[in-house]
Structure formats: C-alpha cells, structure tokens
C-alpha cells in the first residue's frame, strides 16, 4: 500500500466530490444512510450485547457504504443489498475492528475517569435522564480533552482499516497501519476537510435555523425539523460519499465524475 500526500486544498476537493456523487442519485443514497442508522439504532435496542454488536457491524456497513459511493462514481447500479454486502467482504478483519474500536473507546473513558472520577464515563453510558442529571453539573472540560487527545490517533487508525482490510484483503495490524499512516501524511487536507464539514454541517444549517427561528419565533418545533430532516438526508449523503473521495485520492484510485 502506498499513500499519496496531498495539498490542503485536497479536504475541500473531497466534501465538493461527494456531493457530486451524492447529485447521481440522491434518493437511493439518503436511503441508504438511513437504513445504517436505522439499523445500528435496532441493534443498540439490546443493552450491552446490543452495543457489541452494533459496534462490529459498523465496519462492514461503512464498507457498504463506501462500495455505494464507488458504484454512482462508475455508473453502476446501487440497492439496500449495496449497504449489507460489506458484511461479506474480509468478514472476521471488519468484525475483529469494529470490537477493538469498542474497547479501545471505552479504555480511552476509563483513562478519563482518572482525571473526574467517571463522571464523564457514567454520563455517556447512562441510558436514562435521571442517571444524566446525576452528572450533568460535573466540570466535563479537562476529561474531554484528554479524551479528544487520546481519540485522534484512534480515529487516525480507523479512519480507512475497514475499506482497507475489506478491498485490499489486508490484516488487522496492517489495516490500521496504513490508515494511520495515510491520515499522518495527510494532516493538512484532512485539516481543511474538517473546517469544510463544520461549514458545510454546522455553520450553514446553524445560520439558516436562526433566521428562520428569528423570522417565525412561534414555530420552533416545526421550523427546527424542517431545517434539520432535510439537512440531515442531504448533509449525511454527501459527507458519507467524500469519506470514499478521500480514500480514492489518498491512495490513488483513478475515478472520473
């Protein structure tokens, strides 16, 4: 595997490539993000064993995903079953990532807990209100951050494993190398892929929310689902599809749009 270092310009280029994608087929492509919430939101119904399950089927459904993207780039033909053949590619690989993201996540809280006592580890297990309000005025800052500097690398290690452990058949340790890598040399545009997405998920949506809500203060309700359904099952799409760009112009993968 060989990962190709690219401007920071390159992060804008990958949010303006998934839309792209996204515009070939809108529909099919909301569908399909939602059927992997959906999904994951089934699977978590179950307490603890749900989680682990949900947590090993991530993997293989981004893979899903990502083959969708893949085929509206080359014109090839994308149902629900595109989402769900993932599962099948390098099954035990995607499987034994999705459990190691688990526990490492939840190793990265427990070192939080050294910082807080678990404060912020009981808050984010809690499954009711009242085990939330138990913690909600605890000072989550000095945890957070060092929950965030202890995430980056995690998430720098997973960011490309599955698709990698998936299409190119590599192990667990090489997968995760190789993503690692590829985000390290690439720290510039995935810089700039972040600033886009704050834009493009946070800041736009956020603006037009409060114009609306400025503009019709009785409607709150109404006003706040009809911005965020829609932006949800347009914003979703297109930043699934750049995940793809991303892994295409890293590593080297010569497509047209």
């Given at each position: 595997?060989?990962?190709?270092?690219?401007?920071?310009?390159?992060?804008?280029?990958?949010?303006?490539t998934?839309?792209?994608i996204?515009?070939?087929?809108?529909?099919?492509l909301a569908?399909?993000v939602?059927?992997?919430?959906?999904?994951?939101?089934?699977?978590?119904?179950?307490?603890?064993l749900?989680?682990?399950?949900?947590?090993?089927?991530?993997?293989?459904?981004?893979?899903?995903?990502m083959?969708?993207?893949?085929?509206?780039?080359r014109?090839?033909?994308?149902?629900?079953q595109?989402l769900?053949?993932?599962?099948?590619?390098?099954?035990?690989?995607?499987?034994?990532?999705g459990?190691l993201?688990?526990?490492?996540?939840?190793?990265?809280?427990g070192?939080?807990?050294?910082?807080?006592?678990g404060?912020?580890?009981?808050y984010m297990?809690?499954?009711t209100?009242?085990?939330?309000?138990a913690?909600?005025?605890?000072?989550?800052?000095?945890?957070?951050?060092?929950?965030?500097?202890?995430?980056?690398?995690?998430?720098?290690?997973?960011?490309?494993?599955?698709?990698?452990?998936?299409?190119?058949?590599?192990?667990?340790?090489k997968s995760?190398?190789?993503?690692?890598?590829?985000?390290w040399?690439?720290?510039?545009?995935?810089?700039?892929?972040c600033?886009?997405?704050?834009?493009?998920?946070?800041?736009i949506?956020g603006?037009?929310l409060?114009?609306l809500l400025?503009?019709?203060?009785g409607?709150?309700?109404f006003i706040?689902?009809?911005?965020?359904?829609p932006?949800?099952?347009f914003?979703?799409?297109?930043?699934?599809?750049?995940?793809?760009?991303?892994?295409?112009?890293?590593?080297?993968?010569?497509?047209i749009?």
């Open positions: 595997m060989r990962a190709q270092t690219l401007p920071a310009v390159a992060g804008w280029r990958w949010i303006g998934g839309f792209l996204f515009r070939r087929n809108p529909p099919m569908i399909l939602v059927t992997y919430w959906f999904t994951l939101i089934f699977l978590n119904i179950l307490p603890v749900g989680a682990l399950a949900a947590s090993m089927v991530v993997p293989g459904l981004s893979v899903g995903l083959q969708a993207a893949r085929n509206l780039e014109g090839q033909p994308v149902s629900i595109t769900f053949a993932g599962l099948k590619e390098n099954t035990r690989t995607l499987v034994a990532l459990a993201y688990l526990f490492c996540t939840l190793g990265i809280l070192v939080s807990a050294l910082v807080d006592g404060d912020l580890l009981r297990l809690a499954n209100r009242a085990e939330r309000a913690v909600e005025d605890a000072d989550f800052l000095l945890p957070g951050l060092v929950v965030m500097l202890l995430l980056v690398p995690l998430l720098m290690a997973y960011w490309f494993a599955p698709v990698l452990a998936a299409w190119h058949r590599l192990s667990l340790a995760l190398f190789f993503s690692f890598v590829a985000c040399l690439n720290w510039r545009p995935f810089l700039t892929y600033a886009g997405l704050l834009v493009v998920a946070g800041v949506p603006l037009l409060g114009i400025i503009l019709f203060p409607a709150e309700g706040t689902t009809l911005v965020t359904v932006m949800a099952l914003v979703a799409p297109v930043i699934f599809a750049s995940f793809y760009a991303a892994y295409r112009d890293i590593f080297g993968i010569s497509e749009v």
